[in-house]
């Protein structure tokens, strides 16, 4: 993998905030905050490889929280 980015959005997609990861080895992981108010949480991921091939994949209201939790990990 040469390239592999997330972003979250809380409003359907309309504006997106890019998530900074950690990688281990091959896998990695992702902390998310979320806002106080309960709601959707869009996610969209795009990755390249060294071979120029590209990937993006967006799923509006991915998941709903009904209270906002101090964080979210999510491993990848």
């Known amino acids: 993998m040469k390239r592999l980015a997330l972003q979250v959005s809380y409003d359907d ?3 997106w905030k890019a ?3 950690t990688r281990h080895d091959t896998t990695g ?5 979320h806002p106080r108010r ?3 949480v869009s996610l969209r ?4 490889d060294k071979a120029g091939n590209t990937v993006t994949q967006t ?3 991915a998941y ?6 101090a ?5 990848w």
């Not at 991921?45 to 390249?48: G, H, Q």
């Not at 964080?71 to 491993?75: F, G, I």
């Open 71 to 75: 964080a979210v990990s999510n491993r």
């Open 64 to 69: 709903r929280f009904a209270t906002a939790p």
């Open 13 to 15: 997609g309309r504006t």
């Open 45 to 48: 991921i795009s990755a390249a």
């Open 38 to 40: 309960a709601g959707y």
């Open 19 to 21: 998530v900074h990861g």
């Open 59 to 61: 799923v509006i209201r």
């Open 29 to 33: 992981s992702v902390l998310l905050h």
